[in-house]
Antibody, heavy 120, light 109 residues
């Protein structure tokens, strides 16, 4: 079955960077975009950006431009999201999700989430 | 940027019908997708393209979209339906094309 498995929880200090991985299985990795969405505790879902695993092209939400980098390694069907200059308000669960659709687009499935805690 | 507004909470008795709204400017011209998120879990797609259901999602979940409001309807509500629900659209005209609603907590009484 289609599945996205993310790397484990991280604890980082303010100013540091974090890199989260998302390994895909059950489908052709290069055929579907991967997006990243985060969720602070008790808050809603916040879209961060997209990546085309075939071309490597990316697009980032305005809020994260300059701080986020999305990459991939097609040989191991894995996508990565790196967030730099971490602040306490970056503490959140980070999800990867596969995009489906043609005229409109939705997320299915989602990874299990990776908790990133930013604390001094 | 495009804004989607949901009621913070909806309460419903078991066996009854829950309706969760998602308001946006002329949202009827867009396709709306809905996610269910239970505590400590990742979101799960329950409706896409306004009213289609992914395989494995019960027929009790249905959607509609017209004018300025999209609606997710859960019929014959069960205790296991208690969760947060989010609507989402893809807005091709926006620099940030993926937009989520504010989320609605459904409580089964």
């Amino acid at each position: 079955q289609v599945q996205l498995v993310q790397s484990g929880a991280e604890v980082k200090k303010p100013g540091a960077s974090v890199k989260v991985s998302c390994k895909a299985s059950g489908y052709t990795f290069t055929s579907y975009e991967i997006n990243w969405v985060r969720q602070a505790t008790g808050q809603g879902l916040e879209w961060m950006g997209w990546m085309n695993p075939n071309s490597g092209n990316t697009g980032y939400a305005q809020k994260f431009q300059g701080r986020v980098t999305m990459t991939r390694n097609p040989s191991i069907s894995t996508a990565y999201m790196e967030l730099s200059s971490l602040r306490s308000d970056d503490t959140a669960v980070y999800y990867c999700a596969r995009v489906s659709g043609t005229a409109s687009f939705w997320f299915d499935p989602w990874g299990q989430g990776t908790l990133v805690t930013v604390s001094s | 940027s495009y804004v989607l507004t949901q009621p913070p909470s909806v309460s419903v008795a078991p066996g009854q019908t829950a309706r969760i709204t998602c308001g946006g400017n002329n949202i009827g011209s867009k396709s709306v997708h809905w996610y269910q998120q239970k505590p400590g879990q990742a979101p799960v797609l329950v409706v896409y393209d306004d009213s289609d259901r992914p395989s494995g999602i019960p027929e009790r979940f249905s959607g509609s979209n017209s004018g300025n409001t999209a609606t997710l309807t859960i019929s014959r509500v069960e205790a296991g339906d208690e969760a947060d629900y989010y609507c989402q659209v893809w807005d091709s005209s926006s620099d940030d094309p993926y937009v989520f609603g504010t989320g609605t907590k459904v409580t089964v009484l």
